[in-house]
């Protein structure tokens, strides 16, 4: 990123084997010390943690990623995958730029490196996800049986919360909602029900505003408004329940929450590492999933993975339980 303009960041090195981002500060170690990454992981037994690039990467309020970006970022993947110790398997960035190309590009990710699913950002440069241009993509990622993992970033909706890191804290999970509440609505969950869609942040504020979504496909009278029933044939929140989440919600009540409403089988084990506005090494997470049943806990902290990357799961998680 440092050596070539335009990927997404703005980073320059530093001198010293560190980077600083443009309007953000310096950049964790862990983010690219490979060596360091690795320590941590054997530390904590961490079987498998799946990567992908920072959000910006992917997609901006501008643009998203177009062949050019998402093939140097695909093999930047697959490089860190390989060196990786067995430990990282990695994610594949679609070219959301090009909507006409990024089904033979996310193919020819898959077969070439070996990605286990797909990273996937809640917007897609100046579109939304639900655009139509989008659907050969999501018939796509369908067909081949790939998980998806949304991570929000940001779109013309989060341009005002520049200050106070409102952008991370509340603008993303925000992102994270609308783009859930449009791909429902939209009717883009009905045709692809077998779509394995994990949200990051604990699905952002989707959760509470479950019951709220169903006002919009159910009121009656001077409320209704008939593009909210013209794609679906359900209330918004059964597909809300076709979702995964992960557990990255900082607070124990909120995780307890998110897993009651949607049910172990729901929620997957996450961190946002190494970020300090994360969970990096499942503090805020542990002590709330050590309190549940050792099924649920064993569920989401191993098993939902292992089940929802099906046939491209690596082999050592076949033999080993635990996993990130």
Known sequence: MAAVPGLGMPVSAVGDGTYHVKGYGLLDRLIYDLDGRLENLARRDVVLQLVGPPPPMVS??????DTERARRINESTAWIVRHGAGRIAGLA???LEQPELAVDELRRAVETHGFVGVALSSGAGRRVLDDPAFEPLFAAIEALDLM??????????????TEFTLRTLVGWPAETTVAVARLVFAGVLER????KLVLSHG???????????????SAPRYEANPACRAHISKPPSAYIRQLYFDTVVAHPTVLDFVIDLFGADRVLFGSDFPYEIGDAEGALAMPCLDGRAPADRERILAGNAIRLLGRHAPAQLRTDRRAS
């Open 93 to 95: 960035v679609p070219a």
């Open 203 to 217: 699905g952002g504020t989707i959760a509470n505003l479950i019951g709220r979504i169903d006002l919009g496909w």
């Open 148 to 161: 998806i993992f949304m991570h929000s970033t940001s779109s013309p909706l989060s341009l005002t919360q």
């Open 60 to 65: 901006t309020p501008d643009r998203a990623a």
């Open 192 to 195: 692809h029900p077998r779509l």
